[in-house]
């Protein structure tokens, strides 16, 4: 005999903790009974439905028929690229496509029920049975256990479909193959390799802050793909950090980065009396400098956006000087002169700053030096990823 006070604590119990509507654990139950009970007593074509009264245990059972006409559509097993093939019901017997244990004519249906109309389910009574037999319970159990798992998954696709493009925070399960997975109680995240920072190193049990760039739903389970090497990582912990770019009135523009060492942001105001790079630095730098340690130390240049490609082109080359700059809109390509002893600052180690102004920015950038004698010239193609 089901206990029913147990029953509903456990409902309870799974709503809370796993977050799966109670209504979809009963629906998961109802349809095991009514698996349970075709398998036992049913007949080929029958459709058994079951309710489950949760206030006294009992489960009711009913068979469904659907309204047909006397021609009934059905798809040509044989030939499965016609579009459909039309049959009369005494065609459609000797081809076992019409089932009087799944179908029932619009005529007789009538008879049963006013009003009813092609396509509609006419239901009847089943006699319950007590016993349903070792193997249909096993099936009953299986379609339940099949049921909860899908009903929490879907829990979690909610849950966490709505985080997608989020910082999420969580604890470091374990780290195996250099892959960090990360637990965030109802489900647990995967920190790749290659999306970590270069020198980074995470130990069981850490706190840890990532950037859920996809939500995937597998045969193996949910999959939540994290990054901390993602642009938008950084341009959400702007977000966090400064609420000017949390209400919209500041902007990030662009990001170039280069994990572990770099970046680049263009920052633009939406209110003349706010100060976009201001925003972002913050008070004697508290709030860049968060950042930079959430980070391992990767520099940050905030540059201010421009609707004019002189000037913000010119910008992206910061922290040098530019002299003077050449904008060839039909190559998208932009030349800049800065100062012999800039020279090396413009271009950054191994092209770095460069190369991130260039990604930055869009344009190619070719730098050199305002003496002709000792002209050095650096060219840097755009390379746009796809984020």
Same mark, same amino acid.
């Given at each position: ?31 095991? &009974? ?40 059905? &798809? ?159 341009e959400k912990l702007f977000a966090i950090e400064a609420p000017e770019i949390q209400n919209g009135v500041v902007e990030i523009k662009s990001i170039a980065r ?113 003496k002709v004698v000792e002209e050095t010239t650096e060219t840097h193609n755009v390379e746009k990823k796809e984020e």
């Open positions: 005999m089901l206990d029913l006070k147990t029953f509903k604590s456990a409902l309870e119990q799974l709503e809370e903790e796993r977050k799966i509507p109670k209504e979809k654990i009963l629906d998961a139950i109802e349809q095991a &009974m009514a698996a349970a009970y075709k398998k036992d007593y049913g007949k080929k074509g029958q459709i058994i439905r079951a309710k489950f009264d949760l206030e006294t245990g009992k489960t009711d059972f009913y068979q469904i028929k659907i309204v047909v006409d006397e021609t009934i559509a059905i &798809m040509d097993v044989e030939d499965k690229k016609n579009e459909k093939d039309y049959f009369t019901k005494d065609e459609a017997d000797e081809r076992v496509h019409f089932n009087a244990e799944h179908h029932m004519l619009l005529e007789d249906a009538k008879k049963i029920k006013k009003g009813v109309e092609l396509n509609d389910e006419v239901v009847f009574p089943l006699e319950a049975k007590d016993d349903y037999g070792r193997i249909a319970a096993q099936t009953a159990k299986q379609v339940i256990i099949q049921k909860i798992r899908e009903a929490e998954r879907t829990s979690i696709i909610d849950e966490y479909g709505t985080k997608e493009g989020e910082i999420l925070g969580g604890i470091v399960q374990k780290v195996e193959r250099g892959n960090v997975y990360v637990d965030f109680n109802r489900a647990t995240g995967i920190l790749p390799a290659e999306e970590q920072i270069p020198g980074e190193f995470f130990q069981r049990g850490q706190r840890i802050r990532a950037y859920l760039y996809s939500v995937e739903d597998t045969p193996r389970g949910i999959n939540l793909r994290l990054s901390r090497t993602h642009p938008k990582f950084i280069e994990a572990g060492a770099r970046s680049k942001i263009a920052v633009h105001s939406n209110d003349e009396h706010i100060d976009a790079v201001g925003s972002c630095v913050g008070q004697k730098g508290t709030r860049v400098n968060t950042i930079t340690q959430e980070l391992g130390g990767e520099k940050i240049d905030i540059i201010p956006w421009s609707s004019d490609p002189k000037i913000f082109v010119s910008n992206s080359i910061s922290p040098a000087k530019v002299l003077s700059i050449e904008i060839d809109e039909k190559d998208h390509k932009a030349t800049l002169e800065v100062a012999n002893d800039q020279l090396s600052l413009a271009i950054g180690k191994g092209g770095q700053n460069v190369r991130l102004a260039a990604k930055l920015t869009g344009w190619r950038i070719d730098i050199k030096g305002d």
